[in-house]
């Protein structure tokens, strides 16, 4: 291929793409004349001009790699075989995070909100769940088979987002190493999944309770634990075995700084071993939903009741079971992706999503009468008891006064 001025051009007109500049280069050079040594080379974070053979090349570290600064003063290195063979690994050591304690960095409202958001919901949803969920395990007189699922939906919901803050935390101070990237995302795809597949054993129960009224099978607690932990732990064995196939290791002297984010987190068609469950679990809910909104409104028509009474409780039952069910997750499954609409999707997705744990807490348990009454029943004889014990202190102090 013979490169022309109009090429040159092109080649620094381009100021947006550092590998389509050093690819360009790269092929002048091919066209040009004979390469000797190590010809120009695009490791996917800087372009190392052609060098001599047995020679190493150096350049400044950059000044920015996925929004972390790095200092320039310092110099990254690859060498340059004999054979005229680039070595596999470049040695970026040197290039150290610049640590701004003085310097604010300036608010991006569409990076940045969202993220606060989720951080805020998330941080609700957990303080409420592991209340509700302290609850449902503590009280006697709770404990039956529907708070049972309640409890194992809480209990994902609570182990999820506590994975998930981890994830962010070691993300922003970049204080991680690939194993532990490793295991966190493997515990966050399997939290994630448990909690699909709880909600669905909630919409299988409320289908069971409403629907199939009069079946004489009905599913046994064992049953709703398999589904809910085991089967998701066996698409995620199977998940991880092949992504650790796929993936290509990182020895440990080969884990810098610039390692940002593990191979792991690359998404690829092998995470569809994930995803395809989560999705079924999601559209059987749905389903459900139909079938018992059905049943619902169906007796609501039969009662003597007016029209717009039947609509109030149609819609309040929808409301509460939207989030039970995920259903959430099928209203902010797809969005615009440019613009303002962009952006404001993203606020309203990040309010639903990490809000959806605070939801279900307090439709299922705090707003629940049965809640309350058992609770309300433990104050009464705490208090009765305190009463007691006051009365009978009292009477002793007196006896001993006479």
Same mark, same amino acid.
């Given at each position: 291929?013979?490169?022309?001025?109009?090429?040159?051009?092109?080649?620094?007109?381009? /100021?947006?793409?550092?590998?389509?500049?050093?690819?360009?280069?790269?092929?002048?050079?091919?066209?040009?004349?004979?390469?000797?040594?190590?010809?120009?080379?695009?490791?996917?974070?800087?372009?190392?001009?052609?060098?001599?053979?047995?020679?190493?090349?150096?350049?400044?570290?950059?000044?920015?790699?996925?929004?972390?600064?790095?200092?320039?003063?310092?110099?990254?290195?690859?060498?340059?075989?004999? !054979?005229?063979?680039?070595? /596999? @690994?470049?040695?970026?050591?040197?290039?150290?995070?610049?640590?701004?304690?003085?310097?604010? !960095?300036?608010?991006?409202?569409?990076?940045?909100?969202?993220?606060?958001?989720?951080?805020?919901?998330?941080?609700?949803?957990?303080?409420?769940?592991?209340?509700?969920?302290?609850?449902?395990?503590?009280?006697?007189?709770?404990?039956?088979?529907?708070?049972?699922?309640?409890?194992?939906?809480?209990?994902?919901?609570? *182990?999820?987002?506590?994975?998930?803050?981890?994830?962010?935390?070691?993300?922003?101070?970049?204080?991680?190493?690939?194993?532990?990237?490793?295991?966190?995302?493997?515990?966050?795809?399997?939290?994630?999944?448990?909690?699909?597949?709880?909600?669905?054993?909630?919409?299988? @129960?409320?289908?069971?309770?409403?629907?199939?009224?009069? !079946?004489?099978?009905?599913?046994?607690?064992?049953?709703?634990?398999?589904?809910?932990?085991?089967?998701?732990?066996?698409?995620?064995?199977?998940?991880?075995?092949?992504?650790?196939?796929?993936?290509?290791?990182?020895?440990?002297?080969?884990?810098?700084?610039?390692?940002?984010?593990?191979?792991?987190?690359?998404?690829? *068609?092998?995470?569809?071993?994930?995803?395809?469950?989560?999705?079924?679990?999601?559209?059987?809910?749905?389903?459900?939903?139909?079938?018992?909104?059905?049943?619902?409104?169906?007796?609501?028509?039969?009662?003597? /009741?007016?029209?717009?009474?039947?609509?109030?409780?149609?819609?309040?039952?929808?409301?509460?079971?939207?989030?039970?069910?995920?259903?959430? @997750?099928?209203?902010?499954?797809?969005?615009?992706?440019?613009?303002?609409?962009? @952006?404001?999707?993203?606020?309203? $997705?990040?309010?639903?999503?990490?809000?959806?744990?605070?939801?279900?807490?307090?439709?299922?348990?705090?707003?629940?009468?049965?809640?309350?009454?058992?609770? $309300?029943?433990?104050?009464?004889?705490?208090?009765?008891?305190?009463?007691? $014990?006051?009365?009978?202190?009292?009477?002793?102090?007196?006896?001993?006064?006479?």
């Amino acid at each position: 291929m013979n490169f022309t001025d109009e090429h040159l051009s092109l080649l620094n007109s381009v /100021n947006d793409s550092l590998e389509l500049k050093c690819l360009l280069q790269a092929a002048i050079e091919t066209s040009s004349e004979e390469i000797e040594g190590c010809p120009v080379f695009f490791d996917s974070v800087l372009c190392w001009p052609r060098t001599p053979a047995a020679t190493w090349a150096v350049q400044p570290c950059f000044a920015e790699f996925k929004g972390v600064k790095y200092d320039t003063t310092q110099n990254a290195t690859r060498y340059c075989h004999l !054979s005229g063979q680039w070595d /596999n @690994y470049t040695n970026y050591e040197d290039c150290a995070h610049i640590v701004r304690d003085t310097v604010v !960095s300036e608010f991006e409202p569409h990076v940045d909100l969202p993220t606060y958001i989720y951080c805020i919901g998330y941080i609700l949803s957990l303080s409420t769940l592991f209340l509700a969920t302290l609850i449902f395990f503590t009280f006697k007189e709770l404990r039956c088979l529907r708070n049972t699922i309640h409890g194992n939906l809480f209990v994902t919901y609570i *182990l999820s987002v506590i994975v998930w803050l981890i994830a962010l935390a070691l993300q922003l101070t970049h204080s991680t190493s690939n194993a532990a990237c490793t295991l966190i995302v493997i515990l966050l795809n399997y939290f994630t999944l448990t909690n699909f597949f709880w909600m669905m054993v909630e919409g299988l @129960y409320l289908y069971t309770l409403v629907v199939k009224t009069f !079946s004489r099978s009905n599913p046994h607690v064992g049953l709703y634990m398999t589904l809910g932990w085991g089967v998701p732990f066996g698409f995620v064995a199977i998940w991880a075995i092949i992504k650790a196939a796929s993936s290509t290791p990182l020895t440990p002297h080969k884990m810098t700084g610039l390692d940002l984010e593990c191979s792991w987190m690359r998404e690829s *068609l092998v995470d569809w071993i994930c995803k395809l469950p989560a999705c079924t679990a999601l559209l059987a809910n749905l389903i459900f939903l139909v079938r018992v909104m059905w049943v619902l409104i169906t007796k609501l028509r039969s009662a003597e /009741n007016s029209e717009t009474k039947q609509y109030r409780k149609a819609s309040k039952a929808l409301l509460v079971l939207m989030p039970l069910l995920g259903i959430t @997750y099928l209203i902010v499954l797809s969005g615009p992706s440019e613009g303002v609409g962009s @952006y404001i999707f993203a606020v309203v $997705r990040a309010i639903l999503l990490s809000s959806q744990g605070f939801s279900v807490s307090l439709f299922y348990c705090f707003l629940n009468s049965e809640v309350q009454n058992a609770m $309300r029943h433990r104050f009464n004889k705490w208090r009765d008891k305190r009463n007691i $014990r006051g009365n009978i202190a009292h009477r002793f102090q007196n006896a001993q006064l006479c």
